[in-house]
């Protein structure tokens, strides 16, 4: 006989919502990975960046699918991209280092080179125009984030990290730039533009030009995949392979962190929809969560540190004395996610959700917090979407409630996502 594989009850429940994101459309025909993809906001048409060296235009036709208009080959794979809606300027970063600008036609029909940036020495893993400040950001597997001036070409500034450089955020108000590494760290950079002339050129040590170090945010303990920047809300958030999205209220300035846990894997990437404060995390679980950041949540508590259960007050084993003038064997040190406490396993075995806490699956928690939480409504603040395919890039076009994601399996899926933005 076959074995039947059943989902638990509570994870399936996730899935039923009538909230649900229809897939409008597939693009298919692409051998090798696709490792970005962009929505032309407010447009049939979505931009593709591929391992295979191609940067293809794709247009929705009448036949009823997405076809390319443009297929340009690039020298060395393709593996970064952004598009900017108001100037069409397109930025393609590539395994050699190189990023490379055009202009998309009006019609979607051509692309046409306008310039090269020397930003990198190995592959580029993300790149942003701020069209406000006329600056070209990005990052490198160099271990390089570099800072050119997007009007002359010329490199104005850099930092050096400690690991690969995956993710790059900007706030353009503030001026601030937070890097992402595949160590986990995020670090916060500020642009000194009084520094500009004195600088340019005077390289050495970890930061040059016009950048100065500010801080490091350390929360993930998994490399850093996806950052988003809010500017209104002024939240950082970032999204790791440790399969945590880390809400960091940067406007506070009281280090307020939230955390979010809603993937059984690595989370690859965020986006975020400003108008209606839904943040979007997609990862290699399939799972597509849509956070509704209107909700206020908790930080998750400081663990505390114990000899003994705080509860039953018998010893961990590394507490030798208690262990012997109590005659017992010491245990394992568990701590409850919702009031924090160091437990013993007996003392801490119910399993709740708290998503509140950011927790939406069920988490270890003590007895009298389980009475707690049976005993109030625990709604969801996410909405889940099965995606079917593992996840490695997304986008979000918010005035057309359309969300893209590209899968591993090669293939782009476009979805309607008005359901969930109401
Ligand atoms: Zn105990
Ligand atoms: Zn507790």
């Given at each position: 006989?076959?074995a039947?594989?059943?989902?638990?009850?509570?994870?399936n429940?996730?899935?039923?919502?009538?909230?649900?994101?229809?897939?409008?459309?597939?693009?298919?025909?692409?051998?090798?990975?696709?490792?970005?993809?962009?929505?032309?906001?407010?447009?049939?048409?979505?931009?593709t960046?591929c391992?295979?060296?191609?940067?293809?235009?794709?247009?929705?036709?009448?036949?009823?699918?997405?076809?390319?208009?443009?297929?340009?080959?690039?020298?060395?794979?393709?593996?970064?991209?952004?598009?900017?809606?108001?100037?069409?300027?397109?930025?393609?970063g590539?395994?050699?280092?190189?990023?490379?600008?055009?202009?998309?036609?009006e019609?979607?029909?051509?692309?046409?080179?306008?310039?090269?940036?020397?930003?990198?020495?190995?592959?580029?893993?993300?790149?942003?125009?701020s069209?406000?400040c006329?600056?070209?950001?990005?990052?490198?597997?160099?271990?390089?984030?570099?800072?050119?001036?997007?009007?002359?070409?010329?490199?104005?500034?850099?930092?050096?990290?400690?690991?690969?450089?995956?993710?790059?955020a900007?706030d353009?108000?503030?001026?601030?730039?937070?890097?992402?590494?595949?160590?986990?760290?995020?670090?916060?950079?500020?642009i000194?533009?009084?520094?500009?002339?004195?600088?340019?050129?005077?390289?050495?040590?970890v930061?040059?030009?016009?950048?100065?170090?500010?801080?490091?945010?350390?929360?993930?303990t998994?490399?850093i995949?996806?950052l988003?920047?809010?500017?209104?809300g002024?939240?950082?958030?970032s999204?790791?392979?440790d399969?945590?999205v880390?809400a960091?209220d940067?406007?506070?300035?009281?280090?307020?962190a939230?955390?979010?846990?809603?993937?059984?894997?690595?989370?690859?990437?965020?986006?975020?929809?400003p108008?209606?404060?839904?943040?979007?995390?997609?990862?290699?679980?399939?799972?597509?969560?849509?956070?509704?950041?209107?909700?206020?949540?908790?930080?998750?508590p400081?663990?505390?540190?114990?000899?003994?259960?705080?509860?039953?007050?018998?010893?961990?084993?590394?507490?030798l004395?208690?262990?012997m003038?109590?005659?017992?064997?010491?245990l394992?040190q568990?701590?409850?996610?919702?009031?924090?406490?160091?437990?013993?396993?007996?003392?801490?075995s119910?399993?709740?959700?708290?998503?509140?806490?950011?927790f939406?699956?069920?988490?270890?928690?003590?007895?009298?917090?389980?009475?707690?939480?049976?005993?109030?409504?625990?709604p969801?603040?996410?909405?889940?979407?099965?995606?079917?395919?593992?996840?490695?890039?997304?986008?979000?076009?918010?005035?057309?409630?359309r969300?893209?994601?590209?899968?591993?399996?090669?293939?782009?899926k476009?979805?309607d996502?008005?359901?969930?933005?109401?």
């Amino acid at each position: 006989m076959a074995a039947e594989i059943k989902p638990g009850p509570g994870l399936n429940d996730r899935f039923n919502t009538p909230k649900k994101p229809v897939l409008l459309s597939k693009l298919e025909g692409v051998n090798d990975d696709v490792n970005a993809a962009v929505i032309i906001p407010g447009e049939d048409a979505i931009i593709t960046v591929c391992d295979d060296r191609t940067v293809r235009v794709w247009l929705w036709r009448e036949s009823g699918q997405y076809w390319p208009s443009v297929c340009h080959y690039m020298p060395s794979a393709a593996s970064a991209l952004h598009f900017c809606k108001q100037s069409r300027r397109l930025f393609v970063g590539q395994e050699s280092g190189q990023i490379s600008e055009f202009l998309v036609a009006e019609d979607r029909n051509r692309i046409s080179h306008s310039k090269d940036y020397q930003a990198h020495t190995a592959r580029v893993t993300s790149v942003l125009l701020s069209d406000r400040c006329q600056w070209l950001l990005s990052v490198g597997r160099d271990k390089m984030f570099k800072l050119h001036c997007a009007q002359s070409g010329l490199c104005l500034g850099s930092f050096v990290s400690e690991a690969w450089c995956t993710a790059v955020a900007f706030d353009s108000l503030a001026k601030v730039i937070f890097v992402g590494d595949y160590g986990g760290q995020i670090t916060m950079l500020k642009i000194d533009e009084a520094a500009a002339q004195s600088s340019i050129g005077n390289s050495g040590g970890v930061v040059s030009g016009i950048i100065r170090y500010v801080t490091n945010l350390k929360g993930h303990t998994g490399s850093i995949r996806a950052l988003t920047w809010d500017s209104n809300g002024q939240f950082l958030y970032s999204g790791s392979f440790d399969q945590q999205v880390i809400a960091w209220d940067i406007g506070g300035q009281c280090g307020t962190a939230y955390e979010l846990n809603g993937h059984q894997n690595k989370i690859t990437s965020i986006c975020y929809a400003p108008s209606r404060r839904i943040l979007i995390s997609g990862g290699e679980d399939s799972v597509v969560v849509f956070w509704d950041m209107r909700e206020s949540r908790l930080e998750t508590p400081q663990w505390a540190d114990s000899d003994t259960c705080q509860r039953c007050e018998r010893p961990f084993f590394w507490n030798l004395r208690a262990m012997m003038d109590q005659r017992q064997l010491g245990l394992r040190q568990h701590h409850c996610r919702s009031c924090g406490r160091a437990v013993c396993d007996r003392c801490s075995s119910p399993r709740h959700a708290i998503p509140s806490m950011g927790f939406e699956f069920d988490v270890r928690v003590c007895e009298p917090c389980y009475a707690q939480l049976k005993a109030s409504e625990n709604p969801s603040l996410a909405v889940f979407h099965e995606a079917k395919h593992s996840i490695v890039a997304m986008d979000v076009d918010e005035s057309r409630k359309r969300l893209l994601t590209v899968g591993q399996d090669h293939i782009v899926k476009l979805w309607d996502i008005s359901a969930v933005l109401q």
